[in-house]
């Protein structure tokens, strides 16, 4: 199985708060990642918090980790149309400190 | 304005032939990375570069072959031996020397074996 995981699929309301969640393997992971990608194009950074957080706010988006049950979720407030993308949480690792990603959430918000 | 380019966008082969994806940054990075992307999988990671001349193995690096002489750029040679080429692939760059090491990403080539 992946060893970063997501759920593939999340439908939303405009205007209502979306919650992508993730689940990592790696305890020795410095630094986790929210990455953002639109149809046909790369992948946009969107946050990053460092281990030893617990919160990370940034204008709409605030992320949560909890390190002991390994979870990462992001919440993104007021969900707007240009919201719906595939989010990716990617966790750090290696000498090279390369990423390592999850599948992928589709966030779709409806009208 | 500094970033990452890939090129082309669309990329066509015929199955037997080798194809070689461009990928040039100027974000003065040392490290580059090449995953690919196939629908529900997420990025898998090919080959990185953590400097000039020197480059690893990522998780799936069988049927490709990389070079990194120059610091900027970090091509792909997607070969014969590759048994599914087809797919979306994706180029990166970063500072692996600093605690964040944000990657940034270029647009992306999507590769068609026809």
């Known amino acids: 199985g992946e060893d970063v995981e997501q759920s593939l699929f999340l439908s939303v309301r405009e205007g209502d708060s979306s919650v992508i969640n993730c689940t990592y393997t790696?305890?020795?992971?410095?630094?986790l990642y929210w990455y953002k990608q639109e149809p046909g194009a790369g992948l946009q950074l969107l946050t990053y918090?460092?281990?030893?957080?617990d919160m990370k706010q940034d204008q709409r988006l605030t992320v949560l980790l909890n390190k002991k049950d390994k979870h990462l979720s992001l919440r993104i407030a007021d969900t707007q149309t240009g919201d719906s993308a595939i989010y990716f949480c990617?966790?750090?690792?290696?000498?090279?400190?390369?990423?390592?990603f999850g599948s992928g959430t589709q966030l779709t918000v409806l009208p | 304005d500094g970033g990452i380019t890939q090129s082309p966008k669309y990329l066509f082969r015929k199955e037997g032939q080798n194809v070689t994806l461009s990928c040039e940054q100027n974000?003065?990075?040392?490290?580059m990375y090449w995953y690919r992307q196939d629908p529900g999988q997420g990025l898998r990671l090919i080959y990185y570069?953590?400097?000039?001349?020197?480059?690893q193995k990522g998780d799936i690096a069988e049927g490709y072959s990389v070079s990194r002489e120059k610091k900027e750029s970090f091509p792909l040679t997607v070969t014969s031996a590759q048994k599914n080429p087809t797919a979306f692939y994706l180029c990166?760059?970063?500072?692996?020397?600093?605690?964040?090491?944000?990657?940034?990403f270029g647009q992306g080539t999507r590769l068609t074996v026809v």
């Open positions: 990166a760059s970063s500072t692996p020397g600093q605690p964040n090491t944000e990657a940034f």
């Open positions: 790696d305890s020795s992971s410095t630094y």
């Open positions: 918090i460092f281990s030893n957080m």
């Open positions: 990617a966790e750090q690792r290696g000498s090279a400190r390369q990423l390592t």
């Open positions: 974000l003065n990075h040392d490290a």
């Open positions: 570069s953590q400097i000039v001349n020197d480059f």
